[in-house]
């Protein structure tokens, strides 16, 4: 018996293939939710940098050396935050990463604030504003490479060498020699340096191992040396971190926090091929969204006046005078 029109119109639809879906639907969907994890695990890390940075601002405030528990929890929180910034840096912008881990301030201070039992002042309030409206329009101008690059072995090498110089001679000089302002920024700025490119180096070799996996080790055996740069830049970073937090939380971990990006950034602009949105005009609102945040940053830096009426939780103990908050 013949077969009749409807009945070989059902059996195409069901022999025909799957719709297919688009390349460049599934890319921007891949593309989405390696946003979206970019910058949980950038918040993560800034959470944890802040409590490290808090636990090695009481080590140093207390005279004691970097020893025992809480140089120990300062250890595993900065190595925690390294890793969940090396996840942001593997999805996301490197200019987008590094700004987000100015939060890193903004989170310290109002911890410190509470562990010190007092409340935060409005100027801190007015510095976090600045900082946080500073930031997003920063995220708002910058714009990713249009495709995906990353240094070579050699070049990120000497890009370490180039930084741990100039951050190893900006701590020898004789400015400021003693606990002083000066002395805590000197440190702090090379701290921030040495994290920046150990960022920058991060993102680098996690490009060449998505790439190629192991064996981009063997296609170029620089990058096992960045590698080894990478860790000595940290370690590094770590330790003038230590030494600027001896003239207080605030001034030092404000200029690490405005270092760090400010170096990085500059190698993702001029290096990596990031830009802004925008052309010339994303530029000016771009800069104008960085001095924004660096004079939130200030202003959360700067000491507390001597006369100044800090209003304090009764029965809470009066905050160390090394602390600019």
Known sequence: MPRGGAHDVLEALATA????????????????????????????????????AVAQERTAAAGRKPTGGLWTLALVLQAAGAGLHAVALRYGSLTVVQALGALTLVL???????????????????????TVLGLVTLLLCTAPPGTERALGGTELVLLAAITAAAALALTRLPWGADRSVLRA??????????????????????????????????????????????????????????EAYRGGLGVALAAV???????????????????????????AVALAGALAAGRGVVVLSRPTPSGGRARRVPGARPASPAVAD
């Open 17 to 52: 293939p799957a719709p297919q879906e688009e390349p460049h639907a599934r890319s921007e969907g891949v593309r989405m939710n390696g946003g979206v994890l970019s910058l949980a695990a950038a918040l993560l890390s800034a959470v944890c940098y802040a409590t490290a």
């Open 108 to 130: 310290a201070l109002p911890l410190h604030a509470a562990l010190g039992r007092r409340r935060v002042r409005p100027r801190e309030w007015r510095g976090a504003a600045l």
């Open 185 to 242: 920024l000197r440190f702090a700025t090379a701290a921030g340096a040495a994290f920046g490119i150990a960022s920058c180096l991060t993102q680098g070799l996690a490009v060449h191992l998505a790439a190629q996996g192991l064996g981009a080790a063997v296609d170029d055996p620089m990058l096992l040396v960045a590698a080894g740069c990478t860790g000595v830049l940290a370690i590094a970073g770590m330790v003038w971190s230590q």
């Open 257 to 283: 926090t405005l270092a760090n990006p400010l170096v990085a950034g500059c190698v993702g602009v001029l290096l990596l091929g990031e830009g802004f949105r925008g052309g010339s005009v994303g530029l």
